[in-house]
């Protein structure tokens, strides 16, 4: 059981970070819920 | 024969009003909460022009401080100042908004800008004074309107106002009645783009006394879109930017890629000069007033002063091969693909190493590597944390799984192959580009041998893709032969040794 199964996710990536379809891939094995997922640009 | 890279030069317009006034940040807190305390804090929290000039990135952003000087600076950066620095500088100049609004003034041609008498008097000289403008541009500024006039215009038809020293000197009319697109907003911030693109193309004329006539094509790679409603985004700000410095062999077109542009602008300059299609092309853009004040919530949060407060712009010129300058290896340039991804190891593989690759090159062969030059002073500060460090450490760990550098050389790899930002967050303003000047002088002195552009852009932003852009192009000093069309260079000849040794090497192992 991960901590993410079963749980609704908000995903805010970082452009010059980790961006959100990224972490949406890492998200893929559990149960999430991903409700809104977005990268954005801080600069 | 690979093109070469002759001069780079870069404006900042100190625009203290326009954050108030035209800065996002600040027009969406007037709507939505027109009495906050945030709003009033603004005006007390802004810099001085001396302060604005004796900032040490923005002495940087003009070439008078090197990027390696700046480093040794200890940050914070925004109380501390550069003894002597001027609003001139080696590569650029530092304008004052009363003459950056002048600039906004001639950049228009549809009789859409008003100058108050006195105020358009007040800056005469300055504009009239630039040798690199057109005749016909250099006296735009005409006698200028009564102040009544132009209190009218906004009060009565929605113009934009132009705000100097708190007071209304100017305005922006609309170009149609009805057309969004040509609303005084629209036209306000093309005029801005179109303005601080032609300050930067000027500078670069004046500066490196180009013949504009040998001027070929000019690309403009800003982020603004210019048309009416039946086609939004119809463009050509490139031309009419070379019309105000007297281009008149020149054509162009616009590039866009949100910050990835002017790499793209780049790479496209370099592939028109050595096919020969155009000899001499200059990439070039101005900024945008939208941003001015972008993070100055957290800024003042922080007991700083507002930091976005200028205007940016740069221009470039790439010619065919002189055997002098710095030649762009149209060979070696990396691309983010429809099918890359986006993690951040293949987003960093796409761009850095990709093309290394291609040329037998390792991470380390890069002396210095111009990613996001976003100024950290700004970004920290509003938990954007530091963008070309973030930027250098993805690159760094991606030459310790190709085994090109130890994992104990992560730490030193930024000061040693990176530099600290020094550019204002402007968008595409500081996306590789700005070291483009930098490079040509290192390289020409033969302080460093190799460096990569890379630009990255948000194309998310838009709304119409969740996929990220990115291209870089390597940089390096020019082998000094200019063979015929016929003959082959010595970096030719030494790729071709560098491939049969490679294919003899892949032989012994079969």
């Known amino acids: ?43 | 024969m690979f093109p070469v890279i002759k001069g780079a030069a870069y404006i900042l317009a100190h625009t203290p009003d326009m954050v108030l006034h035209n800065g996002t940040t600040q027009t969406t807190e007037r709507t939505v909460n027109p009495d906050s305390d945030y709003l009033k804090q603004v005006p007390k929290n802004l810099r001085s022009l001396e302060q604005f000039v004796s900032y040490p990135p923005n002495q940087t952003y003009i070439g008078n401080l090197s990027p390696d000087e700046l480093a040794e600076i200890e940050m914070p950066w925004y109380d501390k100042s550069v003894e002597g620095g001027a609003a001139i500088g080696e590569m650029g100049e530092i304008f004052a908004q009363d003459e950056f609004i002048g600039w906004i003034k001639i950049s228009d041609v549809f009789d859409l800008v008003l100058l108050e008498k006195d105020f358009t008097d007040s800056i005469r000289a300055k504009i009239e004074g630039r040798t690199g403008l057109a005749d016909n541009f250099r006296t735009a500024l005409s006698e200028g309107v009564s102040a009544e006039r132009i209190e009218k215009e906004i009060a009565d038809k929605g113009a934009e106002a132009l705000i100097h020293d708190g007071q209304t000197v100017g305005c922006v009319k609309r170009a149609h009645d009805i057309d969004a697109n040509l609303n005084a907003h629209v036209i306000f911030e093309n005029l801005v783009s179109k303005a601080s693109a032609a300050m930067a193309l000027v500078t670069l004329i004046e500066r490196w006394d180009i013949d504009p006539e040998s001027i070929d094509y000019v690309i403009e790679c800003s982020e603004e879109a210019c048309g009416d409603m039946n086609q939004r985004g119809g463009g050509n700000f490139a031309k009419s930017i070379a019309e105000m410095a007297g281009l008149i062999h020149a054509t162009g077109s616009d590039t866009r890629s949100f910050c990835a542009a002017p790499t793209h602008a780049l790479i496209n300059a370099a592939a028109l000069a050595q096919s020969g299609i155009h000899k001499n092309v200059i990439i070039l853009a101005g900024g945008s007033t939208a941003k001015l004040g972008m993070n100055g919530k957290d800024h003042l949060k922080k007991g700083l002063p507002i930091l976005e407060d200028a205007v940016g712009g740069f221009a470039a010129l790439i010619s065919e091969n002189d055997g002098v300058h710095p030649v762009l290896r149209t060979d070696l340039v990396g691309k983010h693909m429809v099918g890359t991804g986006s993690s951040p190891q293949a987003v960093i593989s796409s761009l850095i190493t990709a093309p290394l690759d291609r040329g037998d090159l390792k991470i380390t062969d890069i002396d210095k590597y111009s990613v996001e030059m976003q100024n950290p002073d700004v970004t920290k500060p509003a938990g954007a944390g530091d963008v070309p460090m973030a930027n250098y450490k993805m690159i760094a760990a991606l030459g310790v799984m190709r085994k090109e550098m130890e994992r104990g050389d992560i730490p030193g790899f930024a000061s040693k192959h990176g530099m600290v930002g020094w550019a204002p967050t402007q968008g595409h303003i500081p996306s590789g580009v700005p070291y483009l000047g930098f490079a040509t002088k290192d390289i020409m002195a033969g302080k460093i041998h190799r460096a990569m552009i890379v630009g990255k852009g948000s194309l998310f932003l838009g709304r119409l893709t969740n996929q990220f852009d990115g291209v870089s192009i390597v940089i390096e000093t020019n082998p000094g032969e200019v063979e015929a069309d016929t003959g082959v260079s010595k970096e030719e000849v030494r790729q071709m040794v560098a491939e049969a040794m490679r294919s003899f090497a892949a032989s012994l192992t079969e």
């Open chain 1, 1 to 43: 059981m991960s901590f993410f199964d079963d749980k609704k996710i908000i995903i805010i990536g970082d452009r010059d970070g980790i961006p959100a379809p990224a972490i949406e891939e890492c998200l893929k094995d559990t149960s999430a819920d991903i409700v809104f997922s977005s990268t954005e640009c801080f600069v």
